[in-house]
């Protein structure tokens, strides 16, 4: 298959991409389409042996190998040609913050809504059959969960409208124009290459790792529900294949509902234990605009359906995670 990544260079990117290599290295040919703002050409390095080809005129994607197009989802002439010759889009490039999104809901909106926009109006034009669009639960807002797919959207904050504007164009440009968007609502994602990434996993371990405090926004009783790159990247990889599962979105995620209170608790555990880290300070800070109390998903759909489940369970996806930031950080200090 010929493969268009949209932000491909960044946390999920990186590890869709390196899942795929380790699959079938020999029948997957790569194009990541990228506007360097969070992942870099170094990120992707890392991962896989890649030609840069110019936005200009980057031609179909080649028959092997990985391509990096630098460009941004904004672009709208610049998307149509990144994606001819694409069998699948799998458009993940974004702007992932809530607060962010509070802060300057313009650039949300752009990024988001109008970047989904611009890749589905790649795929009907370049004529590419399969668009799997990065959700999140983010467009249902306040809910009493689990949350699950046919659930009225009420988001919060505009982060959540320019996702669930994206899932609606998904839906119209099946109806409208066939082409077989399939969009995933992911949970809280975690796992290996999240170094730079602000997310709560992420960012707690790159705190404590550094002798800093970690802060917990609100009484931390806030429910989430985390979800490792392994059991999200197979989930995205059916997406892109399966069959006779256009115009679908399914919840992503592991059915279970955790406090950041046991995030945290679990978190400063395993540092003891992998990392040698002890007595981790921890304190609570002022709640945040535009979050959700409570946050996790019936997974029942993608598992009938898509034939999907996860099988890593958080304590051993953390231990892997909190492994992976001990790798890097022995591997940047044997390089001083």
Known sequence: MKWLITGGCGFIGTNLIRRLLEDDAQGHSIRVYDNLSVGGR???EKIASFEEV??????NIPDAGVELVVGDVRDSDATQRAAAGADVIVHLA?????PT??????????????GTFNLLEAARHQDVSRFVFASSAAPIGECEPPIHEDMACKPKAPYGASKLAGEGYCSAYHGSFGIETVALRFGNVYGPRSAHKSSVVAKFIR???EGKTLEIYGDGQQTRDFIHTSDLTRAIMLAA????IGGEAFQIATNSETTVNELTDLIVDILEDEAGLSEVEVTHTDPRTGDVRRNYSDTSKAETVLEWTPRLSLNQGLRRTVRSFTQTQNANTENI
């Open 241 to 244: 294949t399966q069959p006779n």
């Open 54 to 59: 110019s936005s200009d005129a980057p031609g």
């Open 42 to 44: 170094d990120d992707l």
């Open 94 to 98: 974004a702007q992932a913050g809530v």
């Open 101 to 114: 999104s509070v802060e300057d809901p313009r650039y949300d909106f752009e990024a988001n809504a109008l």
């Open 207 to 209: 705190r404590a790792m």
